[in-house]
């Protein structure tokens, strides 16, 4: 297939005018201060360089969630880019292993390494947008010998805006702020449609149209050696942050893989030493060990994925630091003002604005990209030795394949699982006949995924139990928790039996198989209840933007279920709550709900990750603050009572609890109260798998098998507060699921599991008229966890 396969021919021109600056065209220079470029602009922009250069093509390939066009340009050599088609071959060609050794050295020699760098994911880290137009003009205009050496050698894959939906919503709602008491607002929705930060945590799951889009260019069509991906912001009071990764390490990345990575972020950093540009932090916070992120995913596909953090103050505004300001020390004890081994040069202060923040991204482009010129050859072998290695590591065993029955609990899971893994490159074989294999007999159309391909890395660390190691902080000390999840086997989270097979088929594998046509699941539905009533559902968006909310929002979108969006003002009034049967509470503490943002208070503790530790003030425009109230609550109160039903997920459950109240207790809280906050008095699950058993005779378990594995973030398991004689009627408490009683970790990490084991994870419980169903767990957890998405489905409709 050709170059016109993007949808959209490249923008170029016989005849070439001269490059305009991007001031010249936006107005102003990228970085100013207070002053941020829109989608239009930044677009557009390129646009015109592809009509002013040679050196440039442009295509778009994908729309946003909101169907804005997403480009992505192609900037090389104008000799380069007259044969893209070839250059795309030979990458996919050798990353695919699809080569004979000989082959593969005179292709390394022929073709050109490709490069991807993307900005604009998590839109309000406002710097890697505007920083797209100056990495695009210096790379059309540098006359220099290492601009022509990077352009001879490389074809950068430049995307300026991933998420183009959420930078026209940053961008306006600061343009309205800018110059008043609300300059540094938070943007009071998310600015992916469903998932908002999460959009970075979509890249196995696919759910999101904006990461398939990406994953097509990636993984079935350019297969880039170096994938970076930019962000905002390190620790504080770093200004980037630069691999290697912390600990732990992923066992499946190749380890030729991670020294690459390495490799590339010592000279990422040699080049910062060079400029004279302090405060690059490495080996602190961002971990090697999670799969699911756009830097983590291509280095299970043997690609060298980079994330860098560069420091941010709030959208378009400076900020001047004083030393005075500073913590001592990061979280890992390493001192902010002496330098160390991972922080060789510590900034020492100074005003920091965007300005700043697109100079030291600029610094790491040209330091990816003047490496993959100079080891262009290298970086295509490399590829195709890595994929021809995962062959062979198959071929022999252990596994062999992993085998996907026809016959499922639920069927449509096991497609859409099939279908995600095959979408992100992952070969997927048909039996047309039965087959013998782990001493037994497979029926036809049995789905082979065979370990032999060269993605194995992917395939297995998605469909083997993840085992987080026990890293302590300290001699004596507590287990070092991960950057983001423990535990994500997909089998598992989507309820699909997979068969591991050790040893090679004895006989006629590749006479029994085929590879799979592109796998279609069925379109997602869910029955109605007895009579086809639909329920009228409510579902609480706060203004604090709630990713879980998006993503229950995905659900109900996903299964076309009509539902409205409650807002704060919805409380004030008995009638509205009254119109609807269902009303779903997502993961929110019980302050940030009654209270949300307040003005004036001190937002948060300033320990996440990623952000600086200085406590700033909250401010939010009056119409954003605040959360439903004691007066909302007392209406949501009466809903129940009345007959309405809630549905409370996670850390929403404190809500009814405390507040209703119901005779229910948070076991896994009490256990930490009692016993004081060692490790091992509490219960703990940075977001892994657990096993639980299911009543399966209970309404809201219908369609459920009994035994499942559910994704836990820690924190809830419930008990009964009630005497037997007591449990009746309008004070009915009944258990619909409940941790395992033994081997309760099934994928990730757990403590304190002692606490929970036996425990309600999920309760139904009358009160007056109505009822509350409280989940100690998300089922629908970033659109993962297919496994448990029937249990929501229940409680909306049964």
Request: a neutral charge; charged letters at 20%; hydrophobic letters at 40%.
């Given at each position: 297939m050709r170059f016109s396969r993007y949808g959209l021919a490249a923008l170029t021109c016989a005849v070439f005018g001269a490059v305009p600056t991007p001031k010249e065209h936006l107005g102003f220079a990228p970085g100013d201060d207070y002053k941020l470029a829109d989608y239009a602009q930044i677009s557009g922009y390129f646009q015109k360089l592809a009509r002013s250069s040679d050196r440039?093509?442009?295509?778009?390939?994908?729309?946003?969630?909101?169907?804005?066009?997403?480009?992505?340009?192609?900037?090389?050599?104008?000799?380069?880019?007259?044969?893209?088609?070839?250059?795309?071959?030979?990458?996919?060609?050798?990353?695919?292993?699809?080569?004979?050794?000989?082959?593969?050295?005179?292709?390394?020699?022929?073709?050109?390494?490709?490069?991807?760098?993307?900005?604009?994911?998590?839109?309000?880290?406002?710097?890697?947008?505007?920083?797209?137009?100056?990495?695009?003009?210096?790379?059309?205009?540098?006359?220099?010998?290492?601009?022509e050496t990077i352009r001879r050698n490389v074809i950068l894959m430049q995307v300026p805006v991933i998420n183009p939906d959420g930078l026209d919503w940053i961008v306006n709602w600061y343009r309205e702020n800018v110059g008043t008491p609300y300059e540094s607002a938070p943007l009071p929705w998310l600015y992916q449609k469903y998932a908002g930060h999460d959009n970075n945590r979509d890249w196995f799951m696919l759910n999101l149209v904006?990461?398939?889009?990406?994953?097509?260019?990636?993984?079935?069509?350019?297969?880039?050696?170096?994938?970076?991906?930019?962000?905002?912001?390190?620790?504080?009071?770093?200004?980037?942050?630069?691999?290697?990764?912390?600990?732990?390490?992923?066992?499946?990345?190749?380890?030729?893989?991670?020294?690459?990575?390495?490799?590339?972020?010592?000279?990422?950093?040699?080049?910062?030493?060079?400029?004279?540009?302090?405060?690059?932090?490495?080996?602190?916070?961002?971990?090697a060990w999670w799969n699911g992120g756009l830097r983590s995913v291509p280095a299970f596909h043997n690609m060298h994925g980079i994330l860098t953090e560069t420091a941010l103050n709030s959208y378009g505004t400076p900020r001047v630091y004083s030393p005075s300001e500073f913590p001592a020390s990061f979280a890992n004890g390493i001192p902010t003002k002496e330098p160390s081994v991972f922080y060789q040069r510590p900034w020492m202060g100074g005003k920091w604005g965007t300005r700043d923040a697109i100079e030291y991204m600029l610094t790491a482009d040209?330091?990816?990209?003047?490496?993959?010129?100079?080891?262009?050859?290298?970086?295509?072998?490399?590829?195709?030795?890595?994929?021809?290695?995962?062959?062979?590591?198959?071929?022999?065993?252990?596994?062999?394949?992993?085998?996907?029955?026809?016959?499922?609990?639920?069927?449509?899971?096991?497609?859409?699982?099939?279908?995600?893994?095959?979408?992100?490159?992952?070969?997927?074989?048909?039996?047309?006949?039965?087959?013998?294999?782990?001493?037994?007999?497979?029926?036809?159309?049995?789905?082979?995924?065979?370990?032999?391909?060269?993605?194995?890395?992917?395939?297995?660390?998605?469909?083997?139990?993840?085992?987080?190691?026990?890293?302590?902080?300290?001699?004596?000390?507590?287990?070092?928790?991960?950057?983001?999840?423990?535990?994500?086997?997909?089998?598992?989270?989507?309820?699909?039996?997979?068969?591991?097979?050790?040893?090679?088929?004895?006989?006629?594998?590749?006479?029994?198989?085929?590879?799979?046509?592109?796998?279609?699941?069925?379109?997602?539905?869910?029955?109605?209840?007895?009579?086809?009533?639909?329920?009228?559902?409510?579902?609480?968006?706060?203004?604090?933007?709630?990713?879980?909310?998006?993503?229950?929002?995905?659900?109900?979108?996903?299964?076309?279920?009509?539902?409205?969006?409650?807002?704060?003002?919805?409380?004030?009034a008995d009638k509205t709550l009254q119109g609807f049967d269902t009303?779903?509470?997502?993961?929110?503490?019980?302050?940030?709900?009654?209270?949300?943002?307040?003005?004036?208070?001190?937002?948060?503790?300033?320990?996440?990750?990623?952000?600086?530790?200085?406590?700033?003030?909250?401010?939010?425009?009056?119409?954003?603050?605040?959360?439903?109230?004691?007066?909302?609550?007392?209406?949501?109160?009466?809903?129940?009572?009345?007959?309405?039903?809630?549905?409370?997920?996670?850390?929403?459950?404190?809500?009814?609890?405390?507040?209703?109240p119901l005779p229910v207790r948070n076991v896994a809280r009490a256990a930490a109260v009692a016993e004081g906050s060692t490790a091992a008095a509490q219960f703990y699950s940075p977001g892994s798998l657990l096993r639980m058993t299911v009543d399966t005779a209970h309404p809201l378990a219908a369609g459920m098998p009994k035994d499942i594995v559910a994704f836990s973030s820690g924190g809830h398991a419930f008990d009964l507060n009630i005497g037997a004689a007591y449990n009746k009627g309008e004070r009915e408490v009944r258990t619909v699921v409940r941790f395992a009683t033994s081997n309760l970790l099934a994928s990730g990490w757990v403590s304190g599991e002692r606490v929970v084991l036996g425990k309600a994870a999920m309760l139904e419980a009358r009160h007056g008229k109505g009822r509350v169903v409280l989940f100690g767990f998300r089922p629908q957890f970033r659109g993962q966890t297919h496994a448990t998405f029937r249990l929501l489905l229940n409680a909306i409709y049964q």
């Open positions: 440039i093509k442009l295509a778009e390939f994908g729309r946003s969630s909101l169907g804005k066009p997403t480009y992505v340009a192609f900037i090389s050599a104008p000799e380069n880019l007259k044969k893209l088609d070839r250059y795309r071959d030979i990458s996919r060609r050798l990353a695919l292993g699809q080569a004979s050794a000989e082959e593969a050295r005179a292709l390394s020699e022929e073709g050109k390494a490709v490069v991807w760098i993307d900005s604009g994911l998590h839109a309000s880290e406002v710097a890697t947008a505007q920083h797209s137009p100056e990495l695009a003009y210096r790379m059309l205009t540098g006359e220099s010998a290492l601009f904006e990461t398939r889009n990406v994953t097509r260019l990636l993984f079935h069509e350019w297969f880039p050696q170096i994938v970076y991906n930019q962000h905002q912001a390190p620790a504080f009071p770093a200004r980037t942050f630069v691999p290697p990764y912390a600990e732990p390490l992923n066992p499946h990345i190749p380890a030729a893989v991670m020294e690459g990575i390495n490799l590339i972020g010592s000279a990422i950093k040699e080049r910062f030493a060079r400029e004279n540009k302090p405060g690059i932090l490495s080996y602190h916070g961002y971990d040209f330091a990816i990209l003047q490496l993959a010129a100079e080891r262009r050859a290298d970086y295509l072998l490399k590829s195709f030795q890595l994929a021809q290695a995962s062959i062979a590591a198959g071929g022999r065993g252990k596994p062999f394949a992993y085998l996907v029955p026809p016959d499922q609990f639920d069927r449509a899971a096991a497609l859409e699982m099939l279908e995600r893994l095959q979408f992100a490159g992952v070969i997927v074989k048909r039996a047309q006949a039965p087959f013998q294999a782990n001493g037994k007999t497979f029926p036809e159309g049995t789905y082979v995924m065979p370990a032999a391909q060269p993605f194995r890395p992917y395939l297995m660390d998605l469909m083997e139990p993840q085992k987080y190691p026990e890293l302590k902080t300290a001699v004596g000390g507590s287990t070092k928790r991960p950057y983001d999840i423990a535990g994500w086997t997909l089998p598992m989270s989507m309820g699909v039996m997979v068969e591991r097979v050790e040893d090679p088929f004895e006989a006629g594998f590749d006479a029994k198989l085929r590879d799979e046509a592109p796998i279609q699941p069925p379109t997602p539905q869910y029955s109605v209840r007895a009579g086809g009533r639909q329920p009228k559902i409510a579902l609480y968006e706060p203004y604090t933007a709630n990713m879980d909310q998006g993503w229950t929002q995905w659900l109900l979108d996903r299964y076309r279920i009509p539902h409205t969006l409650l807002h704060n003002a919805d409380f004030s009303v779903i509470l997502a993961s929110q503490t019980a302050t940030s709900i009654l209270h949300g943002t307040r003005d004036g208070e001190f937002a948060g503790d300033g320990q996440r990750a990623g952000e600086d530790r200085i406590r700033t003030v909250a401010v939010q425009r009056p119409q954003y603050t605040g959360g439903i109230g004691l007066s909302g609550l007392a209406r949501l109160h009466k809903y129940v009572q009345d007959g309405g039903t809630l549905v409370a997920l996670d850390n929403a459950t404190e809500l009814p609890i405390q507040f209703f």
